[in-house]
């Protein structure tokens, strides 16, 4: 969420930021609405004011046996008190005007993310790995995995509904090696793991950006709850309305979710196969972090997702998205996009985001450092993919495939299944 004040002050700035994002929202209307409800609060100080005044003189006056003077300041009292009632109501609908304003707008980009209009405008910072040259006709996992019977996209239609999938056989079992390697993984490198709810109350949502905005994109149950979207989520909104402490930031926490969506992309686009489903496993990476610190913990981030891939060997690109193609939520973003053959392209992996204080006004997280300065602060709030699991496995199937139909298993990947080496195909 956007401070009110800064709104306030840089009010052309934010027009700008808007026009950069492709954002409809109306400074102007938030603008309008802010301006009545400070009027309203300076008429009601002066009203309070002007109270107190004639409450002191009423105990005056009748000391001083001016019992008529007494009775006409007791009506004025009556009559402010009637006042500003009606007031505190036109007030409170206006507050909640502005606070809903506020929770409708996107971040402001950093400065050095690049301005652009969608995501042909995102700018690739480098790339690792050389993808492979085949000398034989690849298959997209979307054939190879059901000929393997390890994919089965018609028993998940028949057990749910279309952008469903089950994983049966080596493919279960490579899922899960992939998680536990990623969550070991991570953890080797400082990050704390949690094992969270997969569903998730309002102000859990709204903490992190997902509501009021994006609940046509979640699966909300009867009783309320929504099922998660992301581990980041319940991750960040973990410190929801604490202090923390300054001398143990930066945290690096990690966790394992399955994650769902109601609004699996764009319509006709990645309809075929795993990339585009309405429930998928993540493993997300969540951080806080001091604000003079946060982008060099961003890049940390990003250099720990690209951990994952270079061990698995999977040729990736690292591209910084423009102001027009980022999250609601995010100051900057990389995306880390791994080669898949299928595609002969690179489709997203990992998402890394430094939203600034953003999710931490709307949480309420803030930070003491009594050595540092006075009083409080809000935290930076960091979260990325590391990574997302199901895209992983299309990228090792569809990588590591061999002409007689096998799939070969990364060396790092073979302790979590047992030592097994190859993926074969059915006999």
Known sequence: MLDARFVRDNTDAVRKVMSDRNASWDVEEFIAAD????????????LQARRNEA???????MKDGKRDEAEAAKGEVRQINEQVAELDDSLAQLEAQV???LMTAPNIPDASVPVGAGEDDNVEVRRWGTPRQFDFEAKAHWDLGPEMGIIDFERGVKLTKS???VLGRDGARLNRALINFMLDTHGSRGYTEWAVPAMANSETLTGTGQLPKFEEDLFK????????????V?????????MLEGAELPLHY?????CFREEAGSAGRDTRGMIRVHQFDKVEMVKFAKPEESFDELEGMVADAENILQLLGLPYRVIVLCTGDMGFGAAKTYDLEVWLPSYDNFKEISSCSNCVDFQAR?????????????????VHTLNGSGLAVGRCLVAVLENYQQADGSVIIPEVLRPYMGGQELISPLT
């Open 362 to 378: 709307r949480a309420a997280i803030k930070y003491r450092d009594p050595e540092t300065f006075k009083g409080s602060r809000l």
């Open 221 to 232: 149950t009867s009783e309320g709850l929504y099922l998660i979207p992301t581990a980041e």
């Open 163 to 165: 952008r469903f999938v």
């Open 234 to 242: 319940q991750l960040t909104n973990l410190h929801r309305d604490e």
């Open 254 to 258: 990690v966790g394992y979710t399955p």
């Open 99 to 101: 606070r809903e304003l």
């Open 55 to 61: 409450s002191k003189a009423i105990g005056i006056l």
């Open 35 to 46: 301006e009545k409800r400070r009027a309203i609060i300076g008429t009601v100080e002066a």
